[in-house]
Nanobody
């Protein structure tokens, strides 16, 4: 079955760095674009960064542009989010997501979430 297993997050000081990983199984990882989302208490879940299936095209939310880097290693079925120059407002639960496919009636899948806390 499809699984997205995320690495542990943690507590980091403002200005610090952290790398998140999302290990996929149960499907052909290289066939799907992937997205990182985050959600803070009381706020809606927002897309942080997305990457094409081959990794050649990426997009970032304005709030993280220039600080976060999304990447993937299709040989390891793993998605990454390198977070640099972290700020307290980056504190959130982070999720990786595989999209669904309407034509083949495939549903979307989410990782279990990783808490990232940035102290000022």
């Amino acid at each position: 079955q499809v699984r997205l297993v995320q690495s542990e997050g943690g507590l980091v000081q403002s200005g610090g760095s952290l790398r998140l990983a999302c290990v996929a199984s149960g499907f052909t990882f290289s066939d799907y674009p992937m997205t990182w989302y985050r959600q803070s208490p009381g706020k809606e879940r927002e897309a942080v960064a997305d990457i094409s299936s081959a990794g050649s095209t990426v997009h970032y939310a304005d709030s993280v542009k220039g600080r976060f880097i999304i990447s993937r290693d299709n040989s390891k079925s793993t998605l990454y989010l390198q977070m640099n120059d972290l700020k307290p407002e980056d504190t959130a639960m982070y999720y990786c997501k595989r999209p669904g496919r309407q034509l083949s009636r495939e549903m979307e899948y989410w990782g279990q979430g990783t808490q990232v806390t940035v102290s000022s």
